[in-house]
């Protein structure tokens, strides 16, 4: 006869749990610890110093390979915001139509497909229009960017607009309000910490990939994340790790944000 158990205990999964964390964070606390070490070696503490930090700050070509992230995840984030409010709109605030399930997985398509795959098209797809146009400039990083974005934008605007009481749109139309005065008047006010959630979210995205920005750039066009990727090829020194703790800082910031953003109820 079978035996009954209490399933709030589960033998062995604590051990997993912790096995799991120190996995997953302690590289990531070593990185931080080693980017204030005096010397160059990754792996040998050498003493604490800001070295590496000072170095980092008056590297020119951090600085370029900076700025070029954070004009091309701006950019990006612009247009797959603006797309993602047009997209969660259409999907929520219209009477069920014949496709929309399709145009839901669609949007989403970015989730599900290996970024890999989404890099290499848009390297074809892009390759052939330089090619016809001979511009190389950095609009093809920032529409490639805002491709993959939207989805991460899509999903806390949908949401958000999913959880607000639809009665105060109906009310605004039955006070002869148009579209365009309902949406500006009642609902961009209560949308707008789902817009700015899916905004940093899809500006974290952009600043910190590289597969896609590695397959599309152009020469001279590396961002802050695929420099990275450059020195790791040829001398690592702790400067990466200053590097990487400063972009770490920056996303848990910007997430911390997004998690406080997308809570909010108005």
């Not at 020119?60 to 004009?71: C, K, L, M």
């Amino acid at each position: 006869m079978a035996r009954s158990f209490d399933v709030t205990r589960q033998p062995g999964f604590t051990m997993i749990a912790i096995a799991c964390f120190v996995l997953l964070y302690l590289p990531i606390i070593l990185l931080v610890a080693y980017s204030f070490n005096a010397g160059q070696s990754i792996s040998q503490w050498e003493g604490f110093s800001l070295r590496w930090y000072v170095s980092a700050w008056d590297n020119e070509q951090i600085q370029d390979a900076t700025i070029r992230s954070v004009i091309i995840a701006l950019g990006a984030s612009l247009i797959a915001t603006s797309a993602a409010v047009l997209a969660a709109l259409a999907t929520t605030r219209t009477t069920p139509w014949r496709g929309q399930t399709v145009a839901f997985a669609l949007i989403n398509q970015p989730l599900m497909v290996p970024e890999i795959v989404t890099a290499v098209s848009l390297l074809i797809f892009f390759s052939m229009i330089k090619v016809w146009t001979g511009y190389t400039g950095l609009w093809y990083l920032v529409i490639a960017h805002a491709a993959f974005c939207i989805p991460f934008a899509y999903m806390p605007i949908r949401a958000r607009l999913q959880g607000m009481d639809l009665n105060l749109e109906q009310a605004g139309a039955d006070l002869y309000g148009t579209p365009i005065k309902v949406f500006r008047h009642i609902t961009l006010p209560q949308l707008w910490p789902g817009i700015l959630a899916g905004g940093m979210l899809a500006f974290v995205i952009s600043l910190d990939d590289v597969v896609i920005t590695e397959f599309v750039k152009s020469a001279g066009q590396d961002t802050l994340p695929t420099y990275m990727l450059g020195q790791l090829r040829r001398n690592i020194t702790p400067e990466i790790n200053a590097i990487s703790t400063a972009l770490l800082a920056i996303s848990v910031l910007l997430v911390t944000a997004f998690f406080f953003m997308s809570r909010t109820r108005k």
